[in-house]
């Protein structure tokens, strides 16, 4: 069975840090990239960042990049999102999602080709 389980999350002050955490099962953790979404109500799902397994090639939506960091650990089959600097405009709910390394391309963005999805955990950020 495909799990991605995720953990973290939570309520914080502008200005703090959260980490999320996304444990894979049930699949070739090393052919697939694993990508963090997010979405507020009436909005889009939004991609956030994502790291391919496979050779560790990142990629960060401009809104993130130098405050949001992920890294993978592929022992425990883990991709972590380590939010620095937070802002209230990061206020939403954060989905890890897999895809085929393959299939990916460059457009880390696209909802569609990721096959896999976690449960989604809130990040509330408080001005």
């Known amino acids: 069975e495909v799990q991605l389980v995720q953990s973290g999350g939570g309520l914080v002050q502008a200005g703090g840090s959260l980490r999320l955490s996304c444990a894979a099962s049930g699949f070739i953790f090393d052919d697939y990239a694993i990508g963090w979404f997010r979405q507020t109500p009436g909005k889009e799902r939004e991609g956030v960042s994502c790291?391919?397994?496979?050779?560790?090639?990142?990629y960060y939506a401009d809104s993130v990049k130098g405050r949001f960091t992920i890294a993978s650990d592929s022992a425990k089959s883990t991709v972590y999102l380590q939010m620095n600097s937070l802002k209230p405009e990061d206020t939403a709910v954060y989905y890890c999602?897999?895809?085929?390394?393959?299939?990916?391309?460059?457009?880390?963005?696209?909802?569609?080709?990721?096959?896999?999805w976690g449960q989604g955990t809130q990040v509330t950020v408080s001005s």
């Open positions: 790291i391919s397994s496979t050779d560790g090639t990142t």
């Open positions: 999602a897999a895809a085929d390394v393959g299939l990916l391309g460059n457009d880390f963005s696209d909802y569609d080709l990721y096959e896999y």
